[in-house]
């Protein structure tokens, strides 16, 4: 049996190829420059071993030059050129990559590392030209060559006298419709950002003519001229590879300047090498200030990814954990496993490994300034604090024993923010508990009934004036063995001093009148009860079980409003006037005592910072009790 060949409508093929693998038609740049930087490259690896060759870094370079009259783009290289061979081998079979056969015959691992390896980049010439030329002459040849192609109906190679050593390649770019500009491809200006942006860091000077207004003469008021000088567009050595000890903080910010990572100065940099399971340098940057949009959904997380110094991803979101989501920079590694367009990856286990590692250094990092720079951490806490406790609460806090070391909370004690660590080592030995009280500003907690008896004992109170505070908290549930408690809790784990101690007795004493208040609020509170807590306030609210009042607030504000209550308990002081209006009213006139009831329990909510319910009830109740 013959076998048969398969036939395929190559053109279609190829057409289908280019249009399905970039999601850009820009980064048909890219790879052509990237091409050019192999093709140099290359030349670097044979002067290492051929003595003859001798690498001069400055004779070496790549220049883009644009044509708007002819309507072509042309990039030219002084790297190792092809033979016939090679062009018929490397540009006529597609998915054959000579670069890729380059680095195995010459066993290269390390360093300048070269960028192809799956032989369809230069493809993507043709999402943007109708004819692509290239004239070329290898390395150690006597004789160039030029190749002509239209796209897949094939090519056309011929000899053609060529001085220099390397590759020129020039596009006919097609005719622009109206949904495709492809005369912004011939525009310097776009052609200069498009370098920028993915081609920046490639090792060789990238050269292009560049117009400037310049003066005429030296002349304070000299007319403007316009000058094409020949310019390397490209930054060439990227940050990252440089030695840490040559840089300054002056270039870290100016790098994230540069790089439109935000409008503030960076608070902290942290250059990262990393030379073990997986490869990678990164320049990670702490913001001083909140991007506007930063708790919006038009905010993306992310860093950018560069591979062997070509931007691969502007915002590659898997590197960072949401709780770390203000961190902003880059990574670049070689170790990456790209697939064929190279805008994704093809494992993302690599990107696992270094997001691991990061979050790790960005922990270090953060706790390193919470321990030696406070007052720079407490700048970055006011403007991210939030962040890091959404992470502790978010995921069923399993980024909590990563995140509980950074939080910070305003202490009853100290006036200031201050750590759980910090808190824990300063409690009294007969302290059990870890105090905090919830509410809207400090100023409003400071004056809650309720923090009383426990400022009174001694301990100190951690005040919680963000949404997210008790939801954190109460997914950390203890922090060095200490469990947390609210102040408003119906117990407070501890047995108060004198007066507010024979509550059992007073409660039996009283019993009546509780009930009958009770029963005037009816499912408004679970129950009314003799207060442990109160010192010098006539009433206050505090709960049972999981929800907490503060809870409840939060929880009805948000647009799934589910009506979530929390059990409430109306505490009295006995030992206030009002108790005592209120016995005696019990005694004499039972509507005033149901008047009275009203009221207080209005107040406590209004000490709590909740709304009355029914204002103008309230009022009424306030005129008769005057009355
Ligand atoms: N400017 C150039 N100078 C010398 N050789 C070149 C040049 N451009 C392309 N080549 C050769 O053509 C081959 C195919 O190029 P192509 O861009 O299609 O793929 P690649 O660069 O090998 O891989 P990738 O698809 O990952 O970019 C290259 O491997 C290289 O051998």
Redesign the pocket.
Known sequence: MSKKQFEAESKRLLEMMINSIYSQREVFLR??I???S??ID?MYYKALTDESITFNQDDYYIKVTADKDARQLT?T?T????TKE?LE???GI?????????KKENEIKDGHDI??????????AFMVADVVT?W?KALGSDQGYKWVSEGADGYTIEPYEKDTV??T?TLTLKESTEEDDYDSFLDEQQLKSIIKKYSDFIRYPIKMDVTEQKPKSDEEDAELEEVVEEKTVNSMVPIWKKNKSELTTEDYEQFYAEKHYGFDKPLQHIHVSVDGNIRYNAILYIPESMPYNYYSAEYEKGLELYSNGVLIMSKCADLLPDYFSFVQGLVDSEDLS?N?S?EMLQHDRQLKLIEKNITKKIKTELKKMLNNEREKYEKFYKSFGRQLKYGVYSDFGQNKEVLQDLLLFHSSKEKKLVSLAEYVERMPEDQKYIYYASGESNERIERLPQTEVVLDKGYEILYFTDDVDEFAIRMIMEYDGKEFKSVSSGDLGFESDDATNNTEEETKDNQELLDHMKSVLSDKVKDVRISKRLKTHPVCLSNDGEISIEMEKVLNMMPDNQQVKADKILEINVNHDVFESLKEAFDQDKDKVDVYTNILYNQALLIEGLAVEDPVAFTNDIWKAMA
């Open positions: 790879e052509l990237s091409n050019a192999d093709a290359k990039i290289d790297g190792i050129g092809m090679e081998d490397n540009l597609i998915a054959k990559s000579g670069s890729l056969a380059f960028i192809g390896q799956f032989g369809v980049g230069f493809y993507a290239v070329t390397g590759t390649i790209l064929i190279r």
